[in-house]
């Protein structure tokens, strides 16, 4: 059995030749590096050497040295196998240490075991066969050859010293090479992946080359998704040829930079807003290579931007209000006092007509200043006690007798319905825009419903959203069968003088006028909208001081369902939120552990994996997000329940968890009833 010692510091090529040689009935033994290799070689010398260059300790070259310069080794062939010195000069300097192959990785398995046979065969006949007697002159031509053979060694010897000092400069000046590009591309590592913004390399027909961290959170993407994908693919089609036009002029060299703010479909379906810096990286010969591209997440500068600009343009219709009230109340007394004259001297019909209808368009244009200035908040009337209940008989009865008979009318307000202070003239007019609004959402019918409720706000909400503040309301809910408003219309519906109604239909201020006397009563409106199934406005207003009991005092308090020392992990970045989730659930019995990120969240589990009965989620958070939480604690634990919260979109929301495996969905802002009763149906395990 043939008897080869490999030498080769990666176990996996070890690995390759052990099963490559004993699969072929060889004996194999094995060094990391060359001063292993002489040790073992000089106890149990091989029939062979199969040697790596580019080692630890001692490389292949040295060995060689070495190995040729023993005695006992020197006749043991030496096969160089190298995938780093890979050049001809390479292979030169390994046959003038003497090696008997050079061979280069990879090498076909049949190619290799045969020349390694080839090398051992031509060793074998290699060995010198026992000398004749020589006469006198043979013996001095011998003498003489002896003589010249041996100049030569030493000019050899001599020869390959001066190789191996220059070849020991040279490795020295190769790792310094090879120390100093891995110190670059670790330092480059860093950078790229450790950046504050999103960078990204793309190739020149828009696919994504390599992506950040950043980039994935920014994009909600990972990054296998993101490399299968095109900044088109991200890019909303509104921004894309702007886009495309400087692509093709850096490539061309007309255009060295390009810096935008456009906006970005992210997975879960938001739409933001990013700042992008591109530039191309070329060749030494100028050809493009790929793009260079940072992006920033600009989004919340955008929405700040965008509020500013509607604050500006509220002061000025303000402005503008204040300022033409006063010439048109004057224009249209004179005119409301006079069809009253005339409606009594005119004889008639078509002038008693006439009359009437210049008499309802001045009260239709006095309606519209006192909308107006309504809105701009230049109007106060006097602050009484309301109960919105008869505020909702009167709107009940002015509909039914105005409205078209396809729209069906359904009212529900309790009778310990709590008491509000404020206008009443004011509340009814916004309500009833409110209704006039449902109304036209279905103009071939639907059905529209009045709710009124005894509703508390409680710390958890409020946490939720800054701009509320805790305590009891009256809520006022509207809901149309309609047709519904897409997010980009919602987004925009109490915008001033915005409408989808054609010209002569509609002034826009409708809704924004409604908001304004809510606000102005200490109090605030949610919507929600879905386009083909209709739209909800949902109208809060304080209650008056001392008409009703806290909610959540020690009686109400004690009929929420409580926990059983149960241990539930919630995961937000919000820290107020996940304070105020944390307090209420210690308060309810149970025990909590606090994340502000999803990597956080998994070590908490990992170390409490066997008291965590339930996670809380939110689907929003850096680093590690609701989704790829969820999914990374159903690997460890199929069965964990899970409940996802979410503020964006309620459909997009809905999608994102089932897809992450969470089936369980909850709102944001939510109060603490509503969590409560969450926590303890689904530990409970009921069905809702």
């Known amino acids: 059995m043939t008897h080869v010692l490999i030498v080769d510091d990666k176990e996996e090529n070890l690995y390759y030749l052990r099963a490559l040689l004993g699969g072929n009935n060889w004996e194999v033994e094995a060094a990391r590096h060359g001063a292993e290799a002489l040790v073992l070689a000089r106890k149990h010398p091989p029939d062979i050497v199969v040697s790596d260059l580019l080692m630890p300790v001692m490389d292949g070259y040295t060995l060689l040295r070495y ?30 240490l003497g090696a008997d192959a050079f061979l280069l990785k990879p090498a076909e398995p049949e190619e290799f075991i045969a020349r390694l046979r080839e090398v051992l065969a031509n060793a074998a006949a290699a060995v010198p066969t026992p000398p004749r007697h020589q006469t006198g002159d043979e013996k001095e031509l011998l003498k003489v050859y002896s003589e010249t053979l041996i100049r030569k060694l030493e000019e050899k010897t001599l020869q390959l010293e001066e190789t191996n000092r220059a070849l020991e400069k040279d490795i020295a000046a190769r790792k310094r090479i090879e120390e100093s590009l891995r110190e670059s591309e670790q330092r480059f590592r860093t950078t790229f992946e450790q950046a504050a913004v999103g960078i990204a390399h793309v190739e020149l027909d828009g696919r994504f080359l390599r992506v950040n961290d950043k980039l994935c959170e920014i994009t909600g993407y990972s990054r296998e998704e993101l490399l299968r994908q095109t900044f088109l693919d991200l890019t909303a089609p509104a921004d894309r040829r702007e886009g495309e036009k400087a692509r093709r002029d850096m490539q061309e060299g007309m255009q060295k930079a ?122 106060e009337g006097d602050r009484v006690t309301v109960q919105l209940g008869q505020v909702m008989r ?148 304080p209650v008056q001081a001392g008409t009703a009991e806290s909610a959540l005092s020690a009686g109400a308090a004690d009929e929420l369902p409580r926990g059983r020392e149960e241990m539930i992990l919630i995961a937000d970045d919000e820290s107020s939120v996940r304070e105020i989730t944390k307090s209420t659930l210690e308060a309810f019995g149970y025990q909590v552990l606090a994340a502000d990120d999803g ?90």
């Open 258 to 379: 390009y810096v935008a703010e456009k906006r970005y479909h992210r997975k879960d379906g938001r739409v933001i807003w990013v700042n992008i810096i591109v530039t191309v990286v070329r060749s030494d010969d100028g050809a493009p290579r790929y793009f260079m591209t940072v992006i920033g997440d600009i989004t919340e500068r955008k929405e700040l931007e965008e509020r500013f600009l509607r604050a500006q343009r509220l002061e000025s219709i303000g402005t503008l209000a204040g300022g033409i009230a006063h010439d048109l109340n004057n224009i249209l007394a004179p005119i409301m006092m006079g069809v009253k004259l005339l409606q009594g001297t005119v004889q008639d019909e078509n002038s008693r007509k006439v009359v009437n209808t210049i008499g309802t368009c001045a009260r239709r244009g006095a309606d519209l200043v006192k909308q107006v200035l309504t809105f701009a908040r230049g109007v």
């Open 394 to 541: 009167e709107i009940e009865s002015l509909m039914m007798n105005t409205f078209p008979k396809n729209i069906v009318l359904q009212t529900s307000a309790p009778a310990d319905l709590w008491l509000v202070t404020g206008d009443p003239t004011q509340l009814n007019q916004a309500l009833l825009n409110f209704c006039v609004n449902a109304r036209d959402a279905m103009p071939g019918g639907g059905s529209l419903t009045l709710t009124a409720r005894n509703v508390e706000i409680d710390a958890q909400y409020s946490a939720m959203r800054p701009d509320i503040k805790a305590g009891r309301y009256v809520q006022l809910e509207v809901r149309d069968t309609g047709c519904g408003m897409p997010p980009e219309v919602l987004s925009r519906v109490f915008e001033p003088f915005f409408t989808t109604k054609e010209v002569g239909k509609g002034t826009g201020l409708g809704l924004s006028t409604a908001l304004g006397v809510v606000r102005n009563h200490g109090g605030f409106v949610d919507a929600e909208s879905t386009v083909g199934q209709g739209s909800v406005f949902r109208v809060h207003l």
């Open 67 to 96: 190995w040729k310069a023993d005695p006992h080794l020197r006749k043991i062939p030496f096969v160089v196998y190298t995938a780093t010195y890979t050049e001809a000069e390479d292979e030169r300097l390994a046959i003038s």
């Open 599 to 688: 990597t956080q969240a998994i070590g908490l589990y990992a170390i409490n994996q066997d008291k965590v009965a339930l996670v809380i989620t939110d689907m929003m958070m850096p680093n590690m997000d609701g989704a790829a939480l969820a999914v990374a604690l159903h690997r460890l634990n199929p069965k964990l329940p899970i409940i996802a919260t979410s503020g964006v979109t309620w459909d997009s929301t809905k999608t994102s968890a089932a897809a992450a495996g969470i089936s369980q969905v909850l709102a944001k802002p939510y109060t603490a009833e509503t969590l409560l009763r969450k926590v303890r149906t689904v530990l409970d395990g009921e069905k809702e």
